[in-house]
């Protein structure tokens, strides 16, 4: 919903491909430069407080923007900034929730549990897009922003009631941020199933997940939609995801997880490849269900192949590691965004997409380790 909802306003305010596209940058930017110090922050603090300290972030955030859009002040640089706070919190409380897993159901449970998650995820893949479409729709954003607000004041409630036995973690590290990097560097040299989803996890947040950026463009440009069309759009992904729990589910059990990451992450930057280049809305809401199926698999198997490999020692480290994987989002933001500009939106999408292809496919290729079953499982 935050996402839809700040692309739009963006949108709006600027009249810019390249801005919407600056401000998914800002917000992704924190993975990158955060992320990969996730066990130094763990080793002081645990998983727990760091999630709730996330929430706290944004609970005081989303006050601010509701003031600022209801007292008519709201500028772009509000939202670059909010979007900035937005993934400094992101960061941390995505790898601490993906690192605490294992706490929670033990590692043999792991891939269980990351299936299990996903499905109330992907719900709200399905609701959020949808019902912010609405709000943009009948109530502006002058009802976006409280609305989300308010949902995170819920959240951070109901987080607060978490067990207190979750508090204690694994050992996550020496403490220093340079030992845990360099020692995470070689661990990862050593380990080809954790090379291939990190280097995977890069070509997907590099050039296939920018799309997600120019949502707004495409509906409001390309598919001549309003902020109900893009819900639509949005939601059609979550559908998508939600869907393809099922195969996923199923395929787990010969326990060839990397060729389950590698397939889907082709298949969704193949479907965005033809995203890109379409010009129906119905089309367009297939290839996004598709997309989604996809990315349902890459989510799964993503973080389960990383926790499942890794040691409890090393858990944090690699968690930080795929966050730095994950912090090339910002970089294909602003190519994608620079692109767009020159090429515009269809062109530069499809371009990003395929070279997203070619490179998890040369990874299947050339990480033998990766595919290989007793590696991972």
């Known amino acids: 919903m935050e996402q839809i909802i700040i692309g739009w306003v963006v949108l709006e305010l600027t009249n810019s491909a390249g801005q919407v596209a600056l401000v998914g940058f800002y917000r992704m930017l924190p993975f990158l430069l955060f992320g990969p110090f996730i066990s130094t922050v763990a080793a002081r603090f645990s998983y727990r407080r760091i999630i709730i300290v996330s ?12 003031f600022l859009v209801l007292s008519g002040r709201l500028e772009f640089w509000h939202l670059a900034v909010g979007s900035v706070l937005i993934g400094i919190g992101g960061a941390y409380d995505w790898s601490s929730r993906r690192a605490l897993i294992p706490d929670l159901v033990g590692k043999d449970r792991t891939l269980d549990a990351m299936v299990l998650e996903n499905i109330p995820q992907n719900i709200s893949r399905v609701a959020g897009p949808f019902v912010s479409g609405i709000i943009l729709e009948y109530l502006g954003v002058e ?11 819920v959240e951070l409630a109901i987080l607060t009631r978490m ?39 890069l070509f997907m947040n590099a050039l296939t ?8 463009v495409f509906a409001r440009d390309i598919l001549h939609q309003g902020p109900i069309g893009l819900g639509i759009l949005g939601a059609s992904i979550g559908i998508g995801a939600f869907i393809g729990i099922v195969p996923v589910n199923w395929l787990k059990r010969y326990g060839r997880s990397g060729w389950i990451l590698a397939g889907s992450s082709i298949l969704g930057s193949a479907a965005i490849i033809g995203f890109a280049l379409s010009t129906s ?51 294909g933001r602003l190519q994608i965004g620079g692109l767009a500009t020159i090429l515009g939106s269809p062109v530069a999408l499809a371009l990003s997409a395929g070279a997203a292809l070619i490179g998890i496919a040369g990874t299947l290729l050339k990480v033998p380790g990766f595919r290989d079953k007793d590696a991972i499982d």
């Open 55 to 66: 929430q706290i972030v944004n609970v005081f955030l989303f006050a601010a923007l509701s």
């Open 143 to 153: 009802g976006g922003f409280p609305l989300l607000f308010g949902m995170y004041v």
């Open 281 to 331: 809305y119905s089309l367009s809401i297939f290839l996004l269900i598709v997309t989604g199926i996809g990315q349902s698999g890459f989510s799964v198997m993503q973080s389960s192949i990383i926790l499942k490999s890794a040691s409890d020692s090393m858990r944090a480290r690699m968690i930080g590691a795929l966050a730095l994987a994950i912090g090339g989002g910002p970089l």
């Open 163 to 201: 067990s207190h036995s979750t508090d204690s973690t694994a050992d996550t590290g020496s403490g220093s941020s340079w030992k845990d990097l360099k020692e995470g560097y070689h661990y990862i040299r050593s380990s080809q199933p954790i090379m291939g989803v990190l280097l995977i996890t």
């Open 209 to 216: 997940f920018p799309y997600q950026t120019l949502l707004p």
